[in-house]
């Protein structure tokens, strides 16, 4: 065959090709009494040059030593600064990390995500074999010791994430490092509820390192097709059902709306159903429901040039997908979860949508395309009606949706909208509690009229005030038969600039959600 026409067809490369596999990081528990000799020590010091209660038995064993270094160094003051020291002792030089911690009374769960984040760094970066952590203490007395682990351990993981795909592999520094081995020290008796904990820690950092690799390939790698072959991997590495369903599939179920959005790329859409049933009983299922934009160019109402990269993020909705589902499944939760990918290619051209087209939805209710740039709730519809079927405990989606969201809450904050009190305070719960926070947004009627189109049963344009909330309420329209979340991550999910990058959020809120689900007591 000529090399031309093989070139031609849309074509993706399979994922086992462009993820390499990582060992992941051993994370274990021992007790602080039980010395032992590592690389590295990371010891965390208060302000006041105390210690934490798990390193004690280590600065007893030098006679107060470590103690004395710490007061002796000139170790930044700040939450999180770093110091690293060589310290002697016996026959080889032991390395020291100082982590400053600031106030003892003022060190709460926030300023332990901060310390954390900074400490794993730091470790990622001295290409030790063995490192030993004495657990911090917090002062707010609502943090478990199992929070403690599991927070430490999800960032001590997360810090040694790398983008490691081979067509990159020159920024990939540390290639053929060994799998470190890192203990964390804890003063309390280990439980099968820390050992839990350590592992649930772990998984959710591996379930945010899926999400950082799919969002940081190139849109050219990682298209439709390339999702679709990720979620046949991901189901065949645990052992659970993908199903993929291809254009001519998506058209008999209507979702036209959807299939509107890809119409004019060369890659054709899918629509990914990945299914995990953890649970012996019959219990109805979670279902997650993500954005794969792969490429956001916003069709023919084209965007500005400036960052465009940017808009190969605009799948992490649906990576975020990938990554909690990894997690559920690693750790063999017993949990039903769903997740549902509408994957499409905005782009422009002879067969794009031209704004004032009508489409109509999976759900039946026709929708005039304003924007072809406001996409994502032309997908996402579709794929909130297919959610129906499963029956649903909840439904929650995830998606880059609006620049409004990055206006109104910045890179910090993921907007939360929900019509269900309870579920949004769990998920908010779940947000402070791991540090991945995300704030209510309102839902309320008076924003619907925003909508109104005078040839259909609604636009997909609702006007630059309140965009976040509009959108919202165009998704709202699709999910009143079940009890409904939407997470706008537009501004939480990457990081453009020096560091430019996917964050992994929110794999970590989500994963939360998940594993209080399978601990709940059930009749
Ligand atoms: N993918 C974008 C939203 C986005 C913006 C994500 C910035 C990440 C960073 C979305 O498809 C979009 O283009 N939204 C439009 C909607 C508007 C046309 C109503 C927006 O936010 O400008
Ligand atoms: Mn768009
Ligand atoms: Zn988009």
Not at 166 to 188: G, M
Not at 248 to 266: F, N, Q, R, Y
Not at 447 to 467: C, H, I, T, V, W
Request: proline content about 6%.
């Amino acid at each position: 065959m000529p090399a031309t026409a093989k070139s031609n067809g849309p074509s993706h490369a399979t994922p086992v090709e462009l993820v390499r596999r990582r060992e992941p990081v051993q994370i274990g528990l021992r007790p602080a009494s039980q010395l032992g000799k590592s690389d590295l020590l990371v010891l965390g010091v208060y302000a006041d040059g105390s210690l934490p209660r798990a390193a004690q038995p280590f600065d007893a064993a030098l006679d107060g030593r470590l103690r004395e270094l710490a007061k002796q160094t000139d170790l930044p003051k700040k939450v999180g600064e770093t110091l690293l020291v060589y310290y002697a002792s016996g026959d080889t030089a032991r390395r020291v990390l100082l982590l400053s911690l600031g106030p003892r009374d003022e060190f709460d769960g926030k300023a332990y995500h901060k310390a954390l984040a900074s400490a794993a760094q730091a470790v990622a970066s001295s290409s030790t074999r063995s490192v030993d952590i004495p657990l911090l203490e917090v002062s707010d007395a609502e943090h478990s010791t199992a929070w403690r682990v599991q927070q430490a351990s999800r960032a001590l993981a997360d810090g040694y994430y790398r983008f490691a795909a081979p067509l990159f592999a020159a920024k990939v520094s540390q290639e053929n490092a060994p799998t470190p081995q890192i203990c964390l020290l804890v003063e309390d008796p280990i439980t099968p509820e820390l050992e839990h904990a350590a592992r649930s820690g772990r998984a959710i950092a591996e379930g945010m390192a899926l999400t950082k690799d799919l969002g940081n390939l190139p849109g050219n790698v990682c298209n439709p097709g390339y999702l679709a072959d990720a979620a046949r991997a991901l189901g065949k590495e645990f052992g659970f059902p993908v199903e993929v369903l291809e254009r001519e599939d998506m058209a008999k179920l209507g979702m036209e709306s959807a299939l509107s959005v890809g119409k004019a790329s060369a890659e054709p859409c899918r629509f990914i159903v990945m299914k995990y049933f953890g649970s012996e009983a019959e219990e109805q299922p979670i279902v997650l429901v993500g954005k794969g934009v792969t490429f956001d160019t916003g069709g023919v109402s084209l965007k500005p040039g400036d960052d465009l990269d940017m808009m190969k993020y605009d799948m992490c909705g649906a990576a975020s997908v990938f990554g909690a589902l990894k997690m559920v499944a690693r750790l063999a939760l017993p949990i039903n979860v769903i997740g549902i990918i509408g994957a499409v290619e905005n782009m422009p051209g002879g067969r794009a949508s031209r704004p004032g087209d009508v489409v109509r939805s999976m759900s039946g209710q026709t929708i005039e395309i304003l924007n072809t740039d406001a996409e994502g709730r032309l997908v996402l519809c579709d794929a909130l009606t297919y959610a129906e079927r499963f029956q649903p405990a909840y439904v929650i989606d995830i998606a880059t949706l609006t620049g409004a969201c990055v206006i109104a809450l910045g890179a910090q904050t993921s907007g939360l909208f929900a019509n269900d009190d309870v579920l949004a305070d769990e998920l908010l719960q779940c947000g402070a509690d791991t540090g991945d926070r995300a704030w209510r947004m309102p839902l309320w009627d008076e924003y619907q009229e925003q909508l109104k189109s005078n040839f259909a049963d609604m636009s997909n344009l609702g006007g630059r005030p309140a965009g976040a909330v509009t959108a919202a309420c165009f998704l709202s329209r699709f999910t009143k038969g079940y009890r409904w979340a939407h997470l706008d991550i537009a501004g939480t999910a990457s990081v453009n600039g020096e560091r430019k990058g996917a964050t992994g959020r929110p794999v970590p809120l989500i994963s939360e959600f998940l594993l209080k689900r399978a601990e709940r007591p059930r009749a």
